[in-house]
């Protein structure tokens, strides 16, 4: 069981580069989530997903895109990459039934981003 | 708006001392409460949650007590090991929140000594 898959590990861009961190999860998860982590800081939310074909912004969307044409995978594009976007990305899924915040989290191992 | 507070690190103890690691918290109604422990290279994982009031959680020796009189869910562990040593984070999921979005604090870091 993979549980929540995130590629690359590492990657290192150039001012105006774009790229796409690829995210997959194989327990049939309907929620999916990116989250970006700086040094010392919590985590914050990006994009969030609740099923195939819904995205939502989260408390720092600017910068970034996502889509969620499946179940399995949801993808953040960054188009025109910038030194404020150096940071550790992590993907998340869980399972929502009721709107009941007690569904845990499963995150991936996170990918670190330079942006130079 | 929704906000967690934990104390500052880096944390450092040596093996078998007494931790405690305050977590406080700001929310809108009644949030669920959760530890998540990020170790060296890899992503967050539950380590314990409290979903009500007075409602304890606990794993692997740790344990947390949701005090909403004092909106705090401090982690608390007897006997640290060197394989405790990660960063952990608070974090509160508020039932109002679309998405069931998490609001974490900003993460100790705790380093055990032999």
């Known amino acids: 069981n993979a549980g929540v898959t995130q590629t690359p590990k590492f990657r290192i861009l150039k001012i105006g580069q774009s790229m796409t961190l690829q995210c997959t999860q194989d327990?049939?998860?309907?929620?999916m989530y990116w989250y970006r982590q700086d040094p010392g800081m919590g985590l914050k939310l990006i994009y969030y997903?609740?099923?195939?074909?819904?995205?939502d912004k989260g408390e720092v969307p600017n910068g970034y895109n996502v889509s969620r044409s499946t179940t399995e995978d949801f993808p953040l594009r960054l188009e025109l990459a910038a030194p404020s976007q150096t940071s550790v990305y992590f993907c998340?899924?869980?399972?929502?039934?009721?709107?009941?915040?007690?569904?845990?989290?499963?995150f991936g191992n996170g990918t670190r981003l330079t942006v130079t | 708006g929704n906000s967690v507070t934990q104390m500052e690190g880096p944390v450092t103890l040596s093996e078998e001392a007494f931790l405690t690691i305050n977590c406080t918290y700001t929310?809108?109604?009644?949030?669920?409460l959760f530890w998540y422990v990020q170790y060296p290279g890899e992503g967050l994982q539950l380590l314990l949650k409290a979903t009500k009031a007075d409602d304890k959680g606990s794993n692997k020796g740790f344990e947390a007590t949701y005090r909403k009189e004092t909106t705090s869910f401090h982690l608390e562990k007897g006997s640290v090991q060197v394989s405790d040593s990660a960063v952990y984070f608070c974090a509160l999921s508020d039932v109002n929140n679309a998405g069931n979005m998490l609001t974490f604090g900003g993460g100790t870091r705790l380093m055990v000594k032999p």
């Open positions: 929310a809108t109604g009644y949030p669920s």
């Open positions: 998340a899924s869980s399972y929502i039934q009721q709107r009941r915040g007690n569904s845990p989290l499963h």
């Open positions: 997903s609740v099923g195939a074909g819904i995205t």
């Open positions: 327990m049939n998860h309907n929620y």
